[in-house]
């Protein structure tokens, strides 16, 4: 059957639930914590929450996409609700893939 | 419909909102509706120095669009309740 | 002016001919033909991810796996999964034959 082997989007962030989750948000800002509950707006609740912001400072005759100075504040909160049209992008955090864990979400659905 | 269930037993808490506009208003509060609007009472903004039009303010109805976040009290949110009612939820939406 | 009718204009006009197969589809099949092969997709910040496409709903959010972030050319981030929500989408663009 079709419908079977058709999934969502959403169920990759279902997958992330109860776990530490890595959010890109508009006006370079970025967030980890563990993923507690989102919605289809992706509205999120989260916890444990770091958020970075970079204040970049492009300097006049700099390369084209070369900032000389990225700043970069750093705060934590406790619980945090997220406001879904500021999201980008929602990823589980791991930075360095082994190549043993690639392809889980498609392992994970026999894809 | 989930969040503004979360929401809804948050009353009478305080919490913190964050604009988009970076003002940060922390407050009682005091109801939701379905947009996430928010109404805030006992308000004090964050940065007051930066935002002096601000201090005469008791409180507030903020749209729910102009949110960035909500800092809630942690202490009054079951995670483990959140996480099975939004598998609950999204398994209902994949159903429609 | 003229009161007689101008003559009609010939009716032997060819059709256009059909485009090559490769183009033809709407753009639900191109999508649908997309769906596990690698993709660009370009954000309207101008930021590209490429990776291979898991699934896509129909806002245009979209499951990437193996996904390389590209800022101006430059990878700036590497992720196994990406959930991308679909409003930042400007578009997606197959990078293999589909």
């Known amino acids: 059957m079709e419908s079977s082997s058709i999934q969502e989007p959403f169920d990759l962030i279902r997958l992330s639930l ?21 919605d289809g707006h992706m509205n999120l609740i989260m916890s444990d929450v770091e958020e970075t912001i970079m204040i970049v400072d492009v300097v006049d005759g700099a390369p084209a996409g070369q900032p000389a100075t990225v700043n970069v504040a750093k705060r934590k909160m406790d619980m945090l609700f997220v406001r879904g049209d500021g999201v980008i992008l929602v990823s589980p955090p791991v930075t360095n893939i082994e190549p043993d864990c690639q392809y889980t979400f498609r392992q994970m659905y026999c894809l | 419909m989930l969040i503004f269930s979360v929401f809804k037993t948050l009353t009478d808490q305080q919490v913190t909102v964050e604009l988009k506009n970076d003002l940060s208003i ?26 002096p039009h601000m201090m005469a303010v008791k409180n507030c109805f903020i749209r729910g669009s102009v949110v960035r976040y909500v800092q809630l009290p942690s202490e009054h949110v079951d995670t483990q309740l959140l996480e099975d009612a939004t598998r609950r939820e999204s398994l209902a939406a994949v159903k429609r | 002016m003229d009161d ?25 099949d191109f999508l649908k ?23 896509l709903d129909g806002y245009m959010n979209i499951a990437l796996e193996q996904t390389e972030e590209h800022v101006n050319g430059v990878v700036t981030n590497r992720y196994g999964d990406a959930f991308i929500r679909g409003n930042n989408v400007l578009y997606i663009s197959a990078a293999e034959t589909i």
């Open chain 1, 18 to 38: 109860s776990e530490r989750v890595f959010v890109k948000l508009r006006g370079d800002r970025e967030l980890t914590g563990i993923l507690h509950a989102y």
């Open chain 2, 26 to 51: 922390t407050g009682v509060l005091k109801s939701v509706d379905q947009f996430l609007n928010i109404r805030l009472d006992n308000i004090k903004v964050l940065d007051e120095a930066r935002h």
């Open chain 3, 4 to 28: 007689t009718t101008p003559p009609p204009p010939p009716e032997e006009q060819t059709p256009p001919p059909p485009p090559p197969a490769s183009h033809t589809g709407s753009p639900t």
């Open chain 3, 33 to 55: 033909g997309v769906v596990g092969k690698r993709v660009i997709v370009r954000l309207t910040s101008g930021v590209d991810y490429r990776g291979v496409l898991s699934c």
